[in-house]
């Protein structure tokens, strides 16, 4: 019976090992093979890192700006992830703490818009944009930040769940306007909510694609995504250039991860009850 | 009580933004597409009413039927492992004795924030049959002799597709997962326990009728995300004969590769119209059995 147990146990810990494994040596092999010179890495199995990094990394960079591509999406992605949880907290504070007539249904018209299909308005938004002649700008990008339902939805429950009525009431009878209780009270203590919402927001702006690849022409104004994709196409027969260009696109989230997937598991589990 | 009524006008402008927000960049270009769909335009001139003829030739079009079928088929091929793969491991990481759930949580989880692009440009690298490591690593072990042309064979393609999308997403169903059993309370299994019931049992019996309410969710929203598949497949490319072109990948070339943008148009309201139907078909065949 004793070892029964155990024999279950150990198989357990080598199923979970075996599928960590696969989920690892993709990013082990792109590390490795960006070490080597194409003939290697066309001809044998490596397993070692090689001596080519340097090598492989001038040919892209000397073709490619891909540490411009890099700046870029950090400044979208943080640009948008302010607005983008500046206005869901504004938004989520409003359908929680005011009682102003047709709150359910426009509260249900937010959620409603989740349904919709992201890529249903792609062409008419292209069109829009150019008309308006923000078509190689980043307002596109940004402006899409102003209206996230999912957003509203989390900070919504939070204010309901942690903010109590009483705090705001305090804050009126100190003399507080309306303004400046939310930007002094209540977005202080949405804390916890706002962490979730930026991580999300911030992930999905850097990986976001579409969007970037039809809004800017300029190759010097283009997210890191578009760029990865260039590179496939630019650099089609060498790989070493090609894998130190993925290299540079995950081993910055591989950072991230490393330092946030606490939050970032809390967050995913919490978002899946809520939902 | 007066002043209560004054500042519930508040409310009204701290929603605004959004409402701004998707009336001018959500909805507007929704409209306007709809419009394009009705019309014939190159992107130069201007548009030219031309009524349901851009639909006409959508329900004529054997391609884009195509590109349905393709992507319900990577759709199927990839969530199916994924959920029984998330299922699976999230019961082990549920066990108590497991040490290292930390650990395993955050390896499972992390394919799931890198960007799919780049995914789609590492995993057709290690695919390329001359050159790529996959082929490699079968030849040195020695289950093939030649290296195998995955993307030359239509269901291989699939397969590599679909089994890109499920290494990705399985770790944020197990998240769920996760979450869901630790919804369930601790004295249900208490009780089973002390009646006699086995492991097996408890799963089958206990557990599962209690997490379908999840996994129905992640099925639910996973054919929302599953029809509109298109960053790592566009990589990965078309496949044999249009074997992995997803919808979204057919929308994306009529508009901005072949600047057809009023068929795009509608071919982005025939997907729309494909995506609705099989969330309408989901939720009422999961209703149905409830």
Not at chain 1, 86 to 107: E, M
Not at chain 2, 17 to 22: D, E, K, V
Not at chain 2, 99 to 105: L, P, Y
Not at chain 2, 127 to 139: A, E, R, Y
Request: proline share 4%; charged share 10%; with cysteine.
């Amino acid at each position: 019976m004793r070892s029964g147990y155990t024999h279950t146990k150990a198989l357990l810990y080598l199923l979970l090992a075996a599928v960590s494994f696969v989920c690892l040596v993709p990013f082990y092999s792109m590390l490795i093979t960006s070490t080597h010179a194409n003939s290697e890495i066309a001809s044998k199995l490596l397993l070692w890192p090689g001596t080519e990094l340097a090598n492989n990394y001038n040919r892209l960079v000397g073709s490619v700006n891909i540490w411009r591509g890099f700046a870029n999406t950090v400044f979208i992605s943080v640009t948008a992830t302010i607005l983008n949880v500046y206005f869901a907290a504004l938004a989520g504070f409003g359908f929680s703490k005011y009682r102003f007539r047709y709150r359910n249904f426009l509260f249900l018209f937010v959620l409603g818009t989740m349904m919709i299909p992201g890529q249903l308005g792609i062409i008419g938004f292209y069109k829009v944009m150019s008309m308006l002649q923000l078509t190689d700008t980043y307002w596109p990008l940004l402006l899409q930040s102003l209206y996230n339902a999912f957003g509203i939805f989390l900070m919504r429950q939070f204010a309901d769940a942690s903010i109590p009525d009483e705090i705001i009431e305090s804050g009126r009878i100190d003399g507080c306007g309306e303004w400046r209780i939310f930007h002094r009270i209540v977005l202080p203590l949405m804390g916890p909510a706002i962490a979730t919402l930026a991580i999300f927001s911030f992930i999905g702006k850097w990986n976001d694609f579409l969007t970037p690849m039809i809004i800017l022409f300029d190759n010097d104004k283009q997210t890191l995504p578009v760029m990865i994709a260039s590179v496939k196409s630019a650099f089609s027969s060498d790989f070493g250039a090609q894998y130190v260009g993925i290299a540079i696109s995950v081993i910055p989230l591989l950072v991230f991860f490393a330092l946030m997937s606490k939050q970032i598991i809390s967050g995913v589990a919490a978002g899946a009850v809520k939902g | 009580m007066n002043t209560k009524i004054n500042k519930s006008f508040y409310g009204y402008i701290f929603i605004a933004p959004f409402f701004i927000g998707f009336l001018l960049i959500g909805l507007a270009p929704i409209l306007y597409t709809f419009y394009l769909s009705l019309t014939k335009w190159d992107g130069f001139s201007d548009p030219v009413y031309v009524g349901a003829a851009n639909y006409t030739r959508l329900i004529h079009d054997s391609f884009f039927f195509q590109t349905i079928g393709s992507t319900l088929i990577i759709w199927i091929m990839s969530i199916v492992p994924q959920i029984l793969l998330a299922l699976g491991l999230a019961l082990i990481l549920n066990e108590r004795f497991i040490r290292g759930k930390h650990f395993f949580r955050a390896v499972f989880y992390f394919p799931h924030i890198v960007t799919p692009v780049t995914l789609g440009v590492l995993f057709s690298l290690m695919f390329d049959w001359q050159t790529g490591s996959i082929n490699k690593v079968l030849m040195n072990i020695g289950l093939v002799n030649d290296p195998v042309n995955w993307f030359n064979n239509p269901w291989w393609s699939r397969i590599i597709v679909a089994g890109v999308i499920c290494w990705q997403y399985f770790g944020f169903n197990l998240i769920i997962f996760i979450a869901g059993l630790q919804g369930i309370s601790k004295e249900v299994y208490e009780a089973a326990e002390v009646d006699g019931a086995t492991k097996p049992i408890i799963i089958r019996r206990i557990i599962l009728p209690l997490l379908r309410p999840v996994m129905l969710f992640t099925f639910i929203t996973s054919v929302i995300g599953g029809l509109q598949l298109f960053d790592a497949p566009l990589m990965l490319g078309d496949g044999p004969g249009n074997s992995t072109r997803t919808m979204i990948m057919y929308l994306y070339e009529t508009a901005f590769k072949n600047f057809d943008y009023s068929y795009g148009s509608a071919v982005a309201y025939g997907i729309f119209v494909v995506v609705m139907f099989f969330t309408a078909i989901t939720t009422l065949a999961t209703r149905t059995k409830e």
